[in-house]
């Protein structure tokens, strides 16, 4: 029976054979995997998370979920230091001086000593460890991959949460972006 719900193609199903929006999460896996590097994520060396840590501290005190967050969104997803780098680093700055906590809510802020502000600044005029080489950092290009992960998780909200109106507006916006990405590459 074509068009029941039965039916791979029938309302309520995804893009192809399976339960409804496995088609949309299986796009949303590709995209992701079109753009990953094998091997995950950057790994960054302990030298980088310190770098790390003092040049965002020199610009104002945080907590380490914090200093977490701004490498990554600086990095443009390329590099999420673990808690597991990141704590200790924060731990190894106070025992040499450089950092300290102060707890407030539950929560230690850490913030730059005289001897941090010192070291943060002779560091100032080397590149962000953020940043690192190639594609990373402030190129368009790790900009991409986030920006259409970003594109396929509002399809796939649209998908599971969106009246027929909504859904068949969405597949209209994507075919116009598709369109306009090829104009792009036509461009001389």
């Known amino acids: 029976m074509h068009g029941a719900r039965g039916d791979a193609y029938g309302p309520g199903r995804g893009f192809g054979f399976g339960p409804p929006g496995a088609g949309v999460w299986e796009a ?40 977490i967050r701004e490498i990554e969104e600086r990095s443009a997803g390329a590099w999420r230091p673990s808690a597991g780098s990141v704590y200790p680093t924060l731990q190894l700055l106070a025992d040499e001086g450089l950092i300290q906590a102060e707890e ?9 000593t005289e001897a941090g502000r010192a070291e943060a600044d002779e ?14 950092g402030t190129s368009p290009y790790s900009a991409l991959p986030r920006a259409g992960i970003d594109l ?31 104009a792009i590459l036509a461009q001389d």
């Not at 995209?31 to 995950?40: N, T």
């Open 123 to 136: 560091a100032a005029d080397r590149p962000a460890p953020w940043l690192g080489t190639g594609e990373r």
């Open 28 to 67: 949303m896996d590709q995209l992701r995997s079109a753009f990953e590097k094998r091997g995950g994520p950057t790994r960054m060396g302990r030298g980088d998370v310190r770098a790390a840590v003092l040049a965002l501290l020199a610009e104002r005190p945080m907590h380490g979920y914090q200093v």
């Open 152 to 182: 396929a998780q509002a399809a796939a909200q649209v998908h599971r949460s969106g009246s027929p109106e909504q859904v068949q507006q969405a597949i209209g916006v994507l075919d116009e972006a598709r369109r306009r990405l090829y």
């Open 104 to 112: 407030a809510g539950g929560r230690k802020t850490y913030s730059l």
